[in-house]
Nanobody, 113 residues
Framework: QVQASESGGGLVQPGGSLRLSCAAS??????MGWYRQAPGKQRELVAT???????NYADSVKGRFTVSRDNANNTLYLQMNSLKPEDTAVYYC?????????WGQGTQVTVSS
């Protein structure tokens, strides 16, 4: 299993930016994903990045979020720009396709004026 620790969340005004980080417990040389869960909603996958750096995004964040990774340091990043109130959620990172990996504590992102 890979355990992840997310950080970088906070309170930001609409239109602002945040950069989230995810430190993995060991090598993450596989597809990684950023997920989020808003209050009262199901957890959703918002961005993925392959070991080679290919990325995919949910339509709701495309053009605003950028996922990147540092394989040497087992770290994943999510740059979030032009944030909207509907981006408010707890954000998590996790390997894609590994259901036995546990979820980390996540990092809270709140977009509000």
């Amino acid at each position: 299993q890979v355990q992840a620790s997310e950080s970088g969340g906070g309170l930001v005004q609409p239109g602002g930016s945040l950069r989230l980080s995810c430190a993995a417990s060991r090598s993450i040389f596989t597809i990684m994903g950023w997920y989020r869960q808003a209050p009262g909603k199901q957890r959703e996958l918002v961005a993925t990045i392959s070991k080679g750096g290919s990325t995919n995004y949910a339509d709701s964040v495309k053009g605003r979020f950028t996922v990147s990774r540092d394989n040497a340091n087992n770290t994943l990043y999510l740059q979030m720009n032009s944030l909207k109130p509907e981006d408010t959620a707890v954000y998590y990172c996790k390997r894609v396709g590994y259901p036995l990996d546990s979820w980390g504590q996540g990092t809270q992102v709140t977009v509000s004026s």
